[in-house]
């Protein structure tokens, strides 16, 4: 390994911990996993909570993520993907965009360069509007700030894995398959390359 010492957090829900998966890497462990085949020196943790809305994320965010990046590394960077248990629990979108608000104004104070992560599109027609409103307004939000958003609903050519891989599972998450398309779309984004790279 050669370069910078960079460290990455990724805060998130389920989708982020990569539950359902049997080989235990979820799309975030892939990630790590092909950045270290190219040689970066890379520190990635991740910080999924299963069950956790934006609101719940936001408010541990601070101590968990300054904890492991404060001071440490070259460079620093936050990965932030919620709002499917947001939507399944119909909480009032304005929380979770304060959430989303104040994640990015301190992620800018301390210096971490902040990524967004849209939820995967849900096969459930009334929900997945509800998802794709709210990513919506995330993204709004996230312009203000100049924020990135990786929008992986678009970006993975092909949902059918993930979908049935859930159905063959507990219903929401899928298995291996569907976190690869995730992780290789995530990889290939231009945002988080340059970030990488530059």
Known sequence: MGGPDIRVCFLGDSFTLGQGDVEGLGWVGRVHAAELRRGLDLTIYNLGIRGQTGAEIAARAVAEVDARLM????????????GANDVFLQRPAAETLRGVDGLLCWAAGQGYHAFIVGVPPCPEAAMDAERLALDAEIAKVASVHAAPVCD???????????????????????????????????????????????
Do not use: I, Q
């Open 71 to 82: 001071d440490r590394g070259d460079k620093r960077g936050l990965v932030f993907s919620f």
């Open 152 to 198: 992986t609903r678009n970006l993975v050519a092909d949902w059918s894995a993930w979908h049935r891989e859930a159905m063959d599972g507990d219903g929401v998450h899928p298995g291996a398959e569907g976190y690869r398309r995730v992780a290789a779309a995530f990889e290939a984004w231009n945002a988080w390359r340059d970030w990488l790279d530059g």
